[in-house]
């Protein structure tokens, strides 16, 4: 599966992104997480309609708007989108 | 019934009975202000985050800007921003997705900066704190004076050129904005208990600490600091004491809900209300960090324009609640 860590920049992008690598570890089957940032960050969070950033991006369905610092949470997260 | 005699019996079985404190010392004084404060805003804080935690759930701020521009409102929008903004959230880390959006949308950037101004001054959080702390009264005359703020700020900032004044890529990015959009997390008709307890629990934690070293704090002044210390300096006549606190929180920045109960034990103690409230709202409505990320979406001079509205609404605020309290 395709995970996104959408952002513009942020300090706390950057964490949830961190925090997503380590999640997509303990799925450990084919993932594959991507950092969208910056200038493309805000495209894409326009293209999904939303207005606040981070956001977790799963298949391309929205799995999670905001901060989450607990990595099973965000695990859990995407594997409830991708199913 | 007062609602909250239970938490005073427990802070005073554990002060007077299990440590054996005397009463009326001034530690057992301050350490039972600071278990009966605790409990009772930890209390409320879980009540609100829940309820908080469904709106949310309902209305999220994507569904907000669909609802502004999905109509005319003549002026009614200013009102309709100023109070979403103090029922949602808002992080600075999201000021150019929300300016964008917002912009993107067709609504007017005197609408957005409704949103923007009231936001960070009214949130559940510190509502709860001042009414346990305050009372009703004079904290539903501060939410509407935050909404108010919100609206005036709003409708001066209207006036300003946003081509000349909001970056061009920020102009350039809202063009591409499609407000027809639906979220794809649009929350579908089924109640998620669960979620929303969950949420309410993650919220109270994360902001408890700082309610403990707010309260810890204001317990010892309450229990340290003798009876009405600051009255001869600071007493409402005052003038100075508004513009004052107002200037010296701007380069502060905490969570209202770890001043608030600081100035409730500075109040007591005889700091004027007005003082106290200016220097609450100004560490959390302007802020260095805050100003640092909306350069990148504004120009300097609004930016300044920005911050002096809202510097000038907290010192009227301030005086008004020195007259009224």
């Known amino acids: 599966m395709t995970i996104e860590v959408v952002g513009t920049g942020c300090p706390t992008c950057k964490q949830l992104y961190a925090l997503t690598l380590r999640a997509a570890e303990r799925i450990g089957s084919e993932t594959k997480v991507e950092y969208v940032s910056e200038a493309a960050g805000m495209k894409r969070l326009m293209e999904l309609g939303l207005m606040r950033s981070p956001a977790l991006v799963v298949n391309g369905k929205v799995a999670m708007v905001g901060f989450e610092p607990s990595i099973d949470a965000i695990k859990e997260k995407i594997l409830e989108t991708s199913k | ?325």
């Open chain 2, 1 to 325: 019934m007062d609602l909250f005699a239970p938490f005073q019996g427990i802070s005073d079985w554990l002060v007077y009975n299990v440590l054996q404190l005397e009463k009326g010392s001034h530690l057992a004084d301050s350490l039972n202000f600071f278990v009966y404060d605790s409990l009772k805003i930890l209390f409320l804080l879980l009540v609100i985050n829940y309820i908080m935690a469904i709106i949310r759930y309902y209305l999220p701020i994507e569904k907000i800007r669909l609802f502004l521009a999905s109509r005319k409102w003549y002026g009614l929008d200013y009102v309709l921003a100023a109070s979403f903004g103090a029922i949602t959230p808002f992080c600075s880390c999201s000021s150019i997705p929300f300016f964008v959006g917002f912009l993107g949308t067709g609504i007017p950037i005197g609408v957005t900066f409704a949103f923007l101004i009231t936001s960070p001054l009214v949130n559940e959080a510190a509502v709860v704190l001042l009414a346990g702390l305050f009372g009703w009264k004079l904290t539903i005359v501060y939410v509407l004076s935050g909404i108010l703020l919100g609206v005036i700020g709003g409708l001066i900032l209207s006036k300003v050129n946003v081509r000349k004044h909001i970056n061009a890529d920020i102009l350039t990015l809202s063009k591409n904005v499609r407000s027809n959009i639906e979220s794809s997390e649009n929350p579908t008709a089924k109640l998620a208990w669960g979620l929303w307890w969950r949420e309410a629990i993650q919220l109270t934690r994360k902001l408890f600490p700082y309610i403990l070293i707010g309260v810890g704090l204001g317990a010892a002044i309450h229990g340290y600091v003798p009876q009405s210390f600051f009255e001869q300096t600071l007493h409402s006549g005052a003038w100075w004491t508004v513009p004052l606190a107002t200037i010296v929180a701007v380069p502060l920045y905490s969570n209202a809900v770890g001043v608030i109960p600081i100035m409730q034990a500075l109040v007591i103690k005889g700091v004027p209300v007005g003082a106290a409230f200016a220097f609450m709202m100004a560490t959390v409505g302007l802020s260095l960090p805050e100003a640092l990320i909306l350069k990148k979406v504004m120009s300097y001079k609004l930016l300044a324009l920005y911050f002096g509205v809202v510097t000038i609404g907290i010192m009227i605020i301030g005086y008004m609640l020195n007259i009224l309290f």
